[in-house]
């Protein structure tokens, strides 16, 4: 199974579908889903391959299957339901959706935040998410470090 997660480009419509651009697609499929770093791993991740590809995936919203590839290896996993606020300053804007559409899953700056509480790894805080996801990443790969032998 490769890791297959980052926008979660399937979006929940009011009226209970899923749509990806032109195609209605079953809840419950994969499809439409983009890949956040291009690795693909047969086995679960180790935690130092996890926190490097949650790294690469900056200012990315990702899909529930995506935090459990990368949240599992801490023993870490949450989602939430997003809404596109596009309009909004610094919102949300989810792929082939319009304004207030919703999906769920969870950005990648609150997953790296969730490991770090998980491990008491102390981080600071940042005012935009890319920065507040590069330090958590680096504080727990610098954790990760300390921890061998």
């Known amino acids: 199974m490769g890791l297959n997660f980052a926008i979660y480009k399937s979006i929940k419509r009011w009226r209970g579908k899923i749509e990806t651009g ?3 697609l079953d809840p419950q499929s994969r499809a439409g889903r983009n890949e956040c770093g291009g690795q693909h791993f047969e086995n679960q991740m ?3 391959e996890a ?3 949650l790294r690469e995936c900056d200012h990315r919203f ?6 459990k590839e990368l949240g599992e ?7 939430m339901l997003a809404r596109d606020n596009r309009s909004e300053f610094k919102g949300l804007t989810l792929d082939n ?4 559409d919703v999906a769920e899953g969870l950005g990648a700056h609150t997953l790296a935040e969730l490991i770090c509480r998980k ?3 102390e981080y600071p ?10 330090v958590c990443c680096d504080a727990v790969e610098r954790h990760l470090a300390s921890e061998q032998p």
């Open 46 to 48: 180790t935690k130092l």
């Open 22 to 24: 032109a195609m209605l």
């Open 97 to 100: 959706a319009k304004e207030g």
């Open 119 to 121: 491990l008491g790894v």
């Open 125 to 134: 805080g940042m005012h935009g998410i890319g920065s507040q996801l590069q």
């Open 73 to 79: 290896p801490f023993g870490v996993f949450a989602t």
């Open 62 to 67: 990702l899909s529930p299957e995506g935090v």
């Open 51 to 53: 926190i490097r590809e």
